[in-house]
């Protein structure tokens, strides 16, 4: 059985296309905990948003463009969260390279199902497809490879198959659209909620069974 904390949960977060820019990065918060996944570089991703000198939260929109800053006293973190642009290093904080990686940023967990990304923020746990299983993971990958295209959220007809899963319920018209909507995680505000519609790539695209 899966462990079923909060931080060793899996909650999606948005798709791989929000992050494919530089500097691109989406934000939410489980429990107490706040998440950032980051294109830094062409990399991207995954950490407690919180910065390791007085721990000040980096990023606080849920989603932008911007390189992995925080706005108190301008530290920036590279791929693999070590502080590496401090100003004022030399006279305020004296940071070595050794030093500097001590204060590397938590880590986080990303996972991909087809074109959703998942965040978490233990770092060891059940894969993503352990805890949403393989039949539901196997489907909404196929389903956001099929209808890549995204388009503001629309209210779903009645008769439209119902996936619920983690924070995600998906309401599909086969064939023609899928409206997602991710819930705020527990201890999130209604900001990191999104609500999105995927369209087929192509007019004669079809959804695999
Ligand atoms: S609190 Fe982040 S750089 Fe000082």
């Known amino acids: ?48 948003n919180v910065c390791t ?31 590496v642009g401090l100003p004022f290093n030399p006279t305020d904080f ?14 986080a967990s990303l996972a991909y199902c087809g074109r959703l990304a998942f965040i978490r923020a233990a770092t060891e746990g059940a894969s993503l497809e352990e805890e949403l299983g393989t039949e539901i993971f ?25 996936i619920e899963d983690a924070n995600l319920r998906v309401a599909l018209a086969p064939g023609r659209m899928a409206v997602l909507h991710s819930a705020a995680p527990p201890g999130a505000d209604d900001r990191f909620s999104r609500s999105f519609t995927t369209h087929p790539a192509t007019a004669d695209a079809e959804l695999p069974a």
């Open 53 to 83: 000198h007085r721990f000040a939260v980096i990023h606080g929109e849920p989603s932008g463009c911007g390189p992995l800053r925080c706005p108190y006293h301008g530290w920036s973190f590279d791929a693999d969260g070590v502080p």
């Open 138 to 162: 196997a489907r909404l990958a196929a389903l956001s490879d099929a209808f890549p295209q995204h388009g503001d959220a629309v209210e779903p007809a009645g008769d439209w198959e119902r």
């Open 94 to 107: 004296q940071l070595e390279a050794e030093g500097r990686r001590r204060l590397a940023l938590h880590p």
């Open 1 to 48: 059985m899966p462990d079923r904390t909060l931080e060793t949960r899996w909650f999606h977060l948005c798709t791989v296309d929000d992050l494919a820019n530089p500097n691109a990065f989406v934000t939410t918060r489980v429990g107490a905990v706040p998440l950032v996944a980051q294109n830094i570089k062409g990399r991207v991703a995954a950490f407690r």
